[in-house]
């Protein structure tokens, strides 16, 4: 037997994997008895399992995998063997480094385990065979043991970055786009020669580091693991490659790099609110799940600074922390939406922009003055907080007067001009006796009111911020309750209007005529609403006209 014949790599009868076939062979979830046998795919190929493997997980496209086989044509010729050279064979899965019925067969087994495969001429060598040894045509028998793989993952999907794990992680964590990595690196050309090395290196994962290879990996590991990347030019420096530069050594145009990754650990930056722009890093992890909610009391320790490093502000110490209650503009908005995002004992960094700060005016604060339109960063420490009352913590007595009383609190920011904290206070008190099963007639009477004037001053507020399809939401639910209700159609009618769903707006105004005919609110709006029908039928009639014109043309 020739010992160099390297089985089964398929030979240069174009038996080699192309990218459009990958899709030949994944998916196939093979679950086998020892001594039955099952086809694969719908290409003739037979597996027949000779000794279960462990676990159930199954290797993938671009891992590395070890294996024993001996190869025999169907009346029993041994053409090749690993057992008999005493060296188990290596390859990459799914990479076209060996015949199709390999790569199609050993994605299905399991580690340990051993099986029989029946290839078809089709998936091996075809009509030219693999002289002197595998006739044309030949249907090959490989009897194969899977030792182990290690992963190997394509991180892009495209081949572009093969990421080989050498030491797994701990959790199961990964960094995100915004958080600052801490990592230890050494990239070398194909040839072993080092371009670029590091320590430790500190980076956030979005701006990258190095090339864009070294973002991409990260994002896919966990704190502590060490990988070997294989880098295409794509995600390395391209056509161009990169000049020397001080201690930095050249890339060539087109190189691959060989990149040792270990990610030695991240501060996890979170963005905060709906436009994102409160960021908080964490430099000390909190305890357990919790979180302060809105109208929790809190206790901090905090240290205010401008961007250049001036302190304007310092509350709290180890005696007597900095006490206040989230959600009562005790403190300013950046802030509170920071607290509310943190765990007790957590100690964070939190960058606030100025619309979240002191705004647009000089503010002075203990121990310096903020300029204004000032971004300020905070150290915060979370000592401990304690949360405020839920819905499922109280009695129906105490729903309906914490109800009330939040719906007092939403009128006093709505006559303030603050409509976004207003809704806020109309939607909670609306929670609070969300579910009225268990009250009394008189509690369930109660309720109905506070249900209705709640929605109907979110709508107000909606209608304010411009959340149109809110405010419409919102005076639904009180017609659900209350069909005659004409603030709730007024309303609804001026959301309406806004959505140009005017058919919708002409029914309500009607409505709400029928109910109070002298109501002066509701028939100014009703008279917008005609200048507006008025003006979309003006609009209609010039599009067509124009659409007709071109048509005659």
Same mark, same amino acid.
């Given at each position: 037997m020739d010992e160099d014949f390297e089985m089964p790599p398929a030979g240069a009868d174009g038996m080699m994997m192309g990218d459009d076939e990958m899709g030949d062979f994944g998916g196939d979830d093979v679950v086998m008895k020892v !001594? #039955?046998?099952? $086809?694969?795919?719908?290409?003739?190929?037979?597996?027949?399992?000779?000794?279960?493997?462990e676990g159930w997980e199954t290797p993938e496209v671009g891992d590395e995998v070890e294996v024993h086989y001996t190869g025999t044509l169907l009346d029993g010729t041994k053409f090749d063997s690993s057992r008999d050279r005493g060296t188990p064979f290596k390859f990459k899965l799914g990479q076209g480094q060996v015949i199709k019925g390999w790569d199609q067969g050993i994605k299905t087994m399991k580690k340990g385990e051993n099986a029989l495969f029946t290839i078809p001429p089709e998936l091996a060598y075809g009509e030219s065979g693999s002289p002197p040894t595998i006739p044309p045509n030949a249907t090959l028998q490989f009897d194969v043991e899977l030792l182990s793989w290690t992963s190997v993952k394509d991180i892009c999907k495209d081949g572009g970055i093969?990421?080989?794990?050498?030491?797994? !992680? #701990?959790?199961? $964590?990964n960094p995100k786009d915004p958080d600052e990595v801490l990592v230890k690196y050494e990239?070398?050309?194909e040839d072993g020669t080092v371009v670029s090395k590091s320590e430790g290196v500190e980076f956030t994962v979005k701006d990258g580091y190095f090339c864009p290879a070294l973002a991409k990996a990260v994002k896919t590991m966990k704190k502590a693991e060490k990988v070997l990347l294989t880098v295409k030019p794509q995600y390395g420096f391209g056509e161009k490659g990169r000049p020397?530069?001080?201690?930095?050594?050249?890339v060539p145009p087109n190189a691959t790099l060989l990149i040792d990754l270990e990610l030695i650990s991240w501060k996890t930056v979170t963005e905060i609110g709906d436009d994102k722009k409160i960021l908080k890093k964490v430099l000390k992890e909190g305890e357990g799940y919790e979180r302060p909610n809105e109208g929790a009391v809190v206790k901090v320790k905090i240290t205010g600074k401008l961007q250049d490093g001036t302190v304007f502000s310092k509350e709290g110490n180890d005696e007597e922390p900095f006490e206040f209650k989230t959600d009562e503009e005790q403190v300013i908005d950046g802030l509170d939406h920071a607290v509310l995002n943190m765990k007790k004992g957590e100690v964070a960094l939190v960058t606030i922009p100025p619309e979240y700060a002191f705004g647009s005016t000089e503010s002075k604060q203990d121990l310096a003055v903020v300029p204004p339109n000032s971004t300020v960063i905070y150290e915060v420490e979370l000592v401990s907080f304690v949360k405020d009352k839920e819905s499922w913590d109280l009695n129906n007595e105490e729903k309906i007067e914490a109800a009330g009383k939040k719906k007092e609190e939403g009128n006093a920011l709505f006559k303030s001009g603050n409509y976004a904290k207003a809704s806020k206070r109309y939607e909670k008190a609306a929670k609070f006796i969300e579910y009225d099963s268990s009250f009394s007639e008189e509690e369930k009477k109660q309720s109905k009111q506070l249900k209705i004037s709640c929605n109907l001053n979110n709508a107000a507020c909606k209608l304010k911020l411009k959340d149109y399809k809110q405010a419409e939401k919102l005076c639904t639910k009180v017609l659900e309750l209350d069909s005659q209700n004409v603030k709730a159609l007024y309303r609804r009618v001026q959301a309406y209007i806004q959505l140009a769903d005017l058919?919708?707006?002409?029914?309500?105004?009607?409505?709400a005529l029928e109910i109070d005919p002298d109501n002066r609110d509701v028939k100014l709006e009703y008279k917008t609403l005609k200048e507006k029908i008025k003006e979309y039928n003006k609009k209609d009639a010039k599009f067509y006209s124009n659409m007709f014109a071109k048509m005659t043309k």
């Amino acid at each position: 037997m020739d010992e160099d014949f390297e089985m089964p790599p398929a030979g240069a009868d174009g038996m080699m994997m192309g990218d459009d076939e990958m899709g030949d062979f994944g998916g196939d979830d093979v679950v086998m008895k020892v !001594g #039955e046998e099952k $086809e694969i795919g719908k290409q003739g190929l037979k597996k027949k399992l000779l000794k279960d493997g462990e676990g159930w997980e199954t290797p993938e496209v671009g891992d590395e995998v070890e294996v024993h086989y001996t190869g025999t044509l169907l009346d029993g010729t041994k053409f090749d063997s690993s057992r008999d050279r005493g060296t188990p064979f290596k390859f990459k899965l799914g990479q076209g480094q060996v015949i199709k019925g390999w790569d199609q067969g050993i994605k299905t087994m399991k580690k340990g385990e051993n099986a029989l495969f029946t290839i078809p001429p089709e998936l091996a060598y075809g009509e030219s065979g693999s002289p002197p040894t595998i006739p044309p045509n030949a249907t090959l028998q490989f009897d194969v043991e899977l030792l182990s793989w290690t992963s190997v993952k394509d991180i892009c999907k495209d081949g572009g970055i093969f990421k080989k794990i050498l030491k797994e !992680g #701990e959790k199961w $964590e990964n960094p995100k786009d915004p958080d600052e990595v801490l990592v230890k690196y050494e990239a070398r050309l194909e040839d072993g020669t080092v371009v670029s090395k590091s320590e430790g290196v500190e980076f956030t994962v979005k701006d990258g580091y190095f090339c864009p290879a070294l973002a991409k990996a990260v994002k896919t590991m966990k704190k502590a693991e060490k990988v070997l990347l294989t880098v295409k030019p794509q995600y390395g420096f391209g056509e161009k490659g990169r000049p020397a530069a001080g201690e930095e050594g050249a890339v060539p145009p087109n190189a691959t790099l060989l990149i040792d990754l270990e990610l030695i650990s991240w501060k996890t930056v979170t963005e905060i609110g709906d436009d994102k722009k409160i960021l908080k890093k964490v430099l000390k992890e909190g305890e357990g799940y919790e979180r302060p909610n809105e109208g929790a009391v809190v206790k901090v320790k905090i240290t205010g600074k401008l961007q250049d490093g001036t302190v304007f502000s310092k509350e709290g110490n180890d005696e007597e922390p900095f006490e206040f209650k989230t959600d009562e503009e005790q403190v300013i908005d950046g802030l509170d939406h920071a607290v509310l995002n943190m765990k007790k004992g957590e100690v964070a960094l939190v960058t606030i922009p100025p619309e979240y700060a002191f705004g647009s005016t000089e503010s002075k604060q203990d121990l310096a003055v903020v300029p204004p339109n000032s971004t300020v960063i905070y150290e915060v420490e979370l000592v401990s907080f304690v949360k405020d009352k839920e819905s499922w913590d109280l009695n129906n007595e105490e729903k309906i007067e914490a109800a009330g009383k939040k719906k007092e609190e939403g009128n006093a920011l709505f006559k303030s001009g603050n409509y976004a904290k207003a809704s806020k206070r109309y939607e909670k008190a609306a929670k609070f006796i969300e579910y009225d099963s268990s009250f009394s007639e008189e509690e369930k009477k109660q309720s109905k009111q506070l249900k209705i004037s709640c929605n109907l001053n979110n709508a107000a507020c909606k209608l304010k911020l411009k959340d149109y399809k809110q405010a419409e939401k919102l005076c639904t639910k009180v017609l659900e309750l209350d069909s005659q209700n004409v603030k709730a159609l007024y309303r609804r009618v001026q959301a309406y209007i806004q959505l140009a769903d005017l058919d919708l707006a002409e029914a309500d105004v009607k409505k709400a005529l029928e109910i109070d005919p002298d109501n002066r609110d509701v028939k100014l709006e009703y008279k917008t609403l005609k200048e507006k029908i008025k003006e979309y039928n003006k609009k209609d009639a010039k599009f067509y006209s124009n659409m007709f014109a071109k048509m005659t043309k």
